[in-house]
């Protein structure tokens, strides 16, 4: 199927990574299972080893449904090409070691993903590699911050949990500037609402898992990357091993279809929310980008076409109970891992463990709501239920 780049994004999302003909007819890209791919003769298998990781030659480097999975995301985005991962964190993971060796220093925002983190301090730093956490509200400042041996920054925009925005083009100057690539957790902005490529990221990281796939029933990561860094990062994904089934590419390209309509709602109802929210005597404040208010507004509004429905919610000093409780209560939202699914979760959370170059002082517990495609009005009486449970102590 011919990619006309000036077509609007939503026609695009309905074209790319399609080729029918190559399946008579058939609309998608069919699951094609396998290991090993069979050749006619001796030379052509051998000219199969070529360090063109698009071509067809062994299912562990891709079979064509993970090829078509990864033109339409590197496409959407406006990257030069995309390789796909059994998981987000898997690919946070291997775009890192794709950068740094034993002797390096790395930059990590102070508001990255958890497990990132956890990945820096349990491996990276056994085999030698300096990380250091920055404030996450750094912008241009960063400069300081780089070594001779900085070997990459690490951005994620809005931050896990707390959702302060990063000035990315910023940092991106600033690194650049050294000559040093920025990489960027993309998983919240999506390759639909924040295109990376635009903004100065070299290598942007997704948890298909979240909106791309969008149905909460696969994992699946993806990192998209310039030009410049693609063969470094695609070879760091063959020398681990790391592949992804056919059938998780499947579900996660009929996903990206509808990522659209999909984040254009669920926006649009976490924004009806979260202002229903702020205008509650329970609440604090409410971390949404989105919201007029929010300190990153201005920068989400510069560089973002939407937002993801995920946000946090600093409530009243309560007792952590009253907030287990409140959730409990809830009939609408599941409690559980994850988000960018269809469906509505809440849980509690407390970041303060995984901020060690920044404070978080927030004033009161806090909660975080994925909202999904349920009736708006729906969640919000849901939610008017779990508050009630509330026990407000200051
Ligand atoms: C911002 C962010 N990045 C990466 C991941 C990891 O994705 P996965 O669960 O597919 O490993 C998550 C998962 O919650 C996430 O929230």
Known sequence: ?????????????????????AYQGAVNTPVVRTSTVLYPDVASYEASDTDDYKVLRYGLHGTPTTFALEEAVAQLEGGHAAVALPSGLAAIVAAISAFVKSGDHLLVADTAYGPTRTFCERRLRSYGVDIEYYDPLIAGAIAALIRPNTAAVFCETPGSLTFE??????????????????????????????????????????????YIAGHSDTLVGLIVTTQR???????????????????????????????????????????????????????????YPALDDDPGHALWRRDFSGAAALFGVILKPATWTSVGAMIDALKLFGIGASWGGYESLAIRYDPTRLRTATKWNPGGPVIRLHIGLEDADDLIADLERGLAKLVITG
């Open 1 to 21: 199927m011919d990619h006309d780049d000036s077509f609007k994004l939503d026609t695009r999302l309905t074209r790319v990574g399609r080729d029918s003909p």
């Open 165 to 210: 925005m990063q000035d990315i083009p910023a940092i991106a100057a600033a690194a650049h500037e050294k000559n040093i690539p920025v990489l960027a957790d993309n998983t919240w902005g999506t390759p639909y609402f924040f295109k990376s490529f635009q903004h100065g990221v070299d290598v942007s990281i997704h948890a298909g898992t979240k």
């Open 229 to 287: 860094y693609w063969l470094t990062v695609r070879k760091t994904v063959a020398d681990y091993g790391y592949c992804v089934s056919p059938d998780d590419c499947y579900l996660a390209l009929r996903g990206l279809r509808t990522i659209g309509v999909r984040m254009r709602q669920q926006q649009h109802s976490a924004l009806k929310i979260a202002r229903w929210l702020q205008a509650r005597p329970e609440v604090l404040r409410v971390l």
